[in-house]
């Protein structure tokens, strides 16, 4: 089965994404032969519907599930309806993520679980959208 990952890099030990829509980078992977491809998230830095972006990207790319901490209702609802289901990671590599789906150890998701726009401003580890105002305190 072929997988993509919310990633902060572009290989199997990059260490995995807290959003969806504006992670850094996806990475695909053969479930079982761990062949990858990674690629930078063209939507990261989206203005709006970074979320729809992001998942019609990865269906193009050939993702049969999706593995991310957090998705939101409107990338949730593309993924959906096109028959790929996603499930929920918490941390680690992007290989870490790939060996506890392949286990069956990685809770599938049936709603969305983020809110929309729950990505701005989070876009990664020290990362933030220049449109999301000053760095709290």
């Not at 998230?41 to 019609?56: D, E, H, L, R, V």
Request: proline share 7%; with cysteine; charged share 15%.
């Amino acid at each position: 089965m072929r997988v993509v990952v919310t990633a902060q890099g572009t290989e199997l030990d990059s260490l995995t994404s807290p959003v969806f829509g504006r992670c850094p980078a996806f990475v695909l992977v053969d479930t079982e032969t761990l062949q990858y491809e990674g690629w930078a998230n063209p939507s990261a830095a989206a203005g709006g519907g970074a979320g729809i972006q992001a998942a019609q990207f990865v269906l193009d790319k050939g993702a049969q599930a999706v593995l991310s901490h957090n998705v939101g209702p409107n990338a949730f609802a593309v993924l959906q309806a096109a028959g790929v289901e996603v499930y929920q990671i918490d941390g680690g590599t992007v290989r870490q993520a790939v060996e506890a789906f392949a286990a069956a150890k990685l809770p599938r998701l049936d709603d969305p679980n983020a809110s929309a726009h729950r990505g701005i401003g989070v876009m990664g580890a020290g990362q933030r959208d220049p449109g999301s105002g000053p760095r709290p305190m």
